[in-house]
C-alpha cells in the first residue's frame, strides 16, 4: 500500500460484494454493499467479469459471518474487524449486545468514514475505529488503548488481508488472537502457485498484476501445511477449511468437482 493513501484493494473487494448482489444463487446478501460505493455506474466492467474471485469473495464473508453467529450464541460479545476496508458488518450488525472494532491503516479508515458519511450510513455507537500497521505496530496494544478487552472471548474476521503480509506479520497477528480465551479467527489465504491447478493460475497471474500497478503486491503464497501449521504454532487446535471442493458442495449444492482452487477460507479456535 503507497503511504498515506487508502487501499485500492479494498476498493476492489467491495466493488466484487457489489456486483455480487446481483448473482444467482445470491451466497452473501450485503444490503450496503452498493450504497458504501456510490454511483454504481462508476464500477468498472472487472467488478462482473472475475466470477471465480467474486464467488470467493461471497463465499469468505459468508463462512465468515456465519461463523461469527455461532461463536455469539456461544457468548462471545467482542468482534474484532481486521483490515476493514469498506466491509459492511458493523453498519448492519444482527447480534445486540456486540462491540465492534474496526482495524485498519488510518488512511483508509479515514477514506472510509468519508464514504459512510457521503453515503448517509450511520456509524453504531458499539462500533471503535482502531488505526494499525499490521507491518509494524503492535495489535494487542493498539486494541487494548481502544478498550477490547483481551480477557474476553473475541471473534476476529481477517479477510482478505493474509495474502499481502509477510509470514511474521501474519504469525504476530495471530498470536494476538490466540492468546484471547477462546479466541476465533476467519481468515482467507493464497496457496503457492505450485499447488493451484493450471485454471486458478491463470486467474493468478492477473490478480498480481493488478495489485501490483496499485502498489499492494501479494506476498509468496502459503501451502496447506504451513498454513496450519502456522495456525498450530500460535495457538490454535481446532482448525476447519474450506477450498473449491468444499465451497461447491456447501454453497453451490454442486459435486465436489476435481480442481480445487488457489484461494482458501480457514476458522480456527484457539485452545485457551
Known sequence: MREGEPSRTALGAAMLRAAHQDDEPLIFADPLAHRILGDPDQMPDRAWAQPRLRLFI???????????????????????????????????????????????????????????????IEVPDD???????????????????????????AFFLWLGVVPYLSDAAVRATLAVIAAVPQGEVVLDYIRSVEAA?????????????????????LQAGRDTAAMHAMLRGAGFEEIEELGRREIRVRYLRLPPGEADGDAHVVRALSRR
Do not use: I, M
Open 197 to 217: 491447478p493450471t485454471l486458478a493460475r491463470s486467474d493468478r497471474v492477473t490478480l498480481e498484476a493488478h495489485v501490483a500497478d496499485v502498489g499492494e503486491p
Open 127 to 153: 462500533l471503535t475505529y482502531v488505526g494499525v500497521d499490521f507491518e509494524t505496530d503492535s495489535l494487542a496494544a493498539r486494541l487494548e488503548a481502544a478498550g477490547f478487552d483481551a480477557s474476553r472471548p
Open 58 to 120: 461471497a463465499v469468505r464473508h459468508r463462512f465468515g459471518e456465519d461463523s461469527l453467529a455461532a461463536a455469539v450464541a456461544r457468548g462471545t460479545r467482542q468482534v474484532v474487524v481486521l483490515g476493514a476496508g469498506l466491509d459492511t458488518f458493523a453498519y448492519r450488525n444482527p447480534h445486540p449486545g456486540t462491540r465492534v472494532f474496526e482495524v485498519d491503516c488510518p488512511a483508509t479508515g479515514a477514506w472510509k468514514r468519508e464514504r459512510l458519511a457521503e453515503a448517509g
